[in-house]
């Protein structure tokens, strides 16, 4: 039986206006315990529009590195944490490759977020190319061990994202089995820091998870739960997958 409590999160991106974050809310709020761990993380502006409830928490897309200072359009962990926000999204794919961050800023982040009492989400994932010329879990360790060789505390207040980018918003997704071994990768990697940290940490599947697609990923032995994109922005959809979390 597995330990890890599921989590499924809402990643909107810049999407959403009140009128979603009310419905979602309502509809969330109808869902009966026991449930995963379900995480809303709307555009930051929206953070403190929704009603305080039990079925959920709230979660940002992104967190700055620095604390605080003159850093123009950035939000710092501790902003964050007094709108009532518990985790934060780091390393996204489009943080990536849409804003340049590389690795050692994404470390930074990290160790911010921790400090300040939230907990990271740390997005991992390989392109379609280094798929295809059989670079993923090389690409997957320099990722990993960019945040966690130096600072290997940080795994035990950590959620991990696997997220292939050839699957992202294209509709495609990793098959159950091939997302399961490398998740699995995934933690026995980690395992090299802290085997406790290792086996307790959550890993979750983003890359098109859908209400059709999400039961069968949510079978497999190593897959926590989701990270959910275009899906999260259907509110029927979306408290679908929640319930079907909370079973595997």
Avoid at 88 to 115: C, F, N, P, W
Wanted: charged share 20%.
């Amino acid at each position: 039986m597995r330990q890890r409590k599921p989590l499924v999160v809402a990643n909107w991106k810049m999407n959403g206006n009140s009128d979603l974050v009310q419905q979602m809310s309502d509809a969330l709020s109808m869902l009966k315990q026991p449930l995963p761990e379900i995480l809303i993380c709307p555009p930051v502006i929206f953070l403190t529009h929704f009603p305080k409830h039990q079925n959920y928490k709230l979660g940002a897309q992104n967190v700055s590195e620095q604390q605080s200072g003159a850093f123009t359009g950035e939000i710092s962990a501790d902003m964050l944490t007094a709108a009532g926000v518990t985790h934060a999204i780091i390393g996204h794919s489009e943080r990536r490759s849409l804003y340049g961050e590389l690795d050692g800023l994404i470390s930074q982040k990290v160790k911010t977020a921790v400090d300040a009492g939230l907990t990271p989400i740390l997005c991992i994932g390989e392109t379609l190319q280094q798929r295809e010329e059989e670079k993923t879990l090389e690409v997957l360790a320099r990722q990993l061990d960019a945040v966690y060789a130096a600072q290997p505390y940080l795994l035990a207040h950590s959620v991990v994202s696997y997220e292939p980018i050839w699957a992202i918003g294209t509709g495609r997704t990793a098959t159950p089995e091939q997302a399961q071994l490398v998740h699995q990768f995934i933690r026995q990697h980690l395992a090299q820091y802290d085997v406790d940290a290792a086996d307790a940490l959550r890993i979750i599947y983003g890359g098109s998870v859908t209400a059709t697609n999400c039961q069968a990923l949510f079978a497999e032995a190593d897959i926590d739960g989701a990270l959910i994109g275009g899906a999260s922005l259907k509110v029927a959809d979306f408290s679908a997958i929640c319930e079907m979390a909370k079973d595997s």
